[in-house]
């Protein structure tokens, strides 16, 4: 029987493929380049890419959970970018497999001091903060990566640079 930890587990797994191929596409020489001076640099946003699985489901197992500071570093190098994912991931993986579905129905809290910003399940915490807010981000580096050149690789169809169904398409013209 699937639980809802399942659930999670293999859209995790799923959508990190795709997000392998995005932050493997961050060239080395625009990591500081940004779009705009409020923005975050090319690189800040990719780690905070890589970063979001493990950070947010480490989150979920705290409550209250005061209200972050967001101090997203300088990248000094986009090869730290998967292997960073990679990490996080491990650490999702870690959180959700000693969860079970009980857990998702605990009520999550951030706060700032005493007054209470957002509650939910953790369930709908998880989907939302991990998973839903690094699909945003993901498609914020994407255009990043448009703007500075870079193939755009593709993530549930084709792009511009990437048709995954070129071959099949071809294959069944034939």
């Not at 970063?51 to 489901?57: D, H, K, L, W």
């Not at 580096?141 to 398409?169: I, M, W």
Request: hydrophobic content about 40%; glycine content about 6%.
């Amino acid at each position: 029987m699937r639980t809802r930890i399942d659930e999670l587990l293999q859209e995790l797994e799923q959508e990190a493929d795709a997000t392998r191929r995005v932050l493997a596409r961050v060239p080395e020489g625009h990591l500081d380049w940004r779009p705009h001076e409020r923005s975050f640099s090319l690189g800040q946003l990719a780690m905070h890419v890589a970063v979001i699985p493990g950070a947010i489901a480490k989150m979920s197992r705290h409550s209250p959970f005061p209200v972050p500071k967001f101090n997203q570093e300088r990248v000094t190098s986009a090869a730290d970018l998967v292997p960073t994912l990679e990490r996080s991931l491990a650490s999702a993986r870690e959180v959700l497999a000693g969860m079970d579905d009980a857990s998702l129905g605990e009520t999550w809290r951030l706060v700032d001091g005493t007054r209470e910003v957002v509650s939910f399940p953790v369930g709908a915490m998880l989907r939302t903060l991990m998973l839903n807010h690094w699909y945003h981000h993901r498609g914020q580096l994407l255009v990043y990566l448009r703007q500075v050149g870079q193939p755009v690789p593709s993530v549930y169809g084709p792009t511009a640079d990437e048709n995954p169904f070129a071959e099949a398409l071809t294959g069944a013209s034939a």
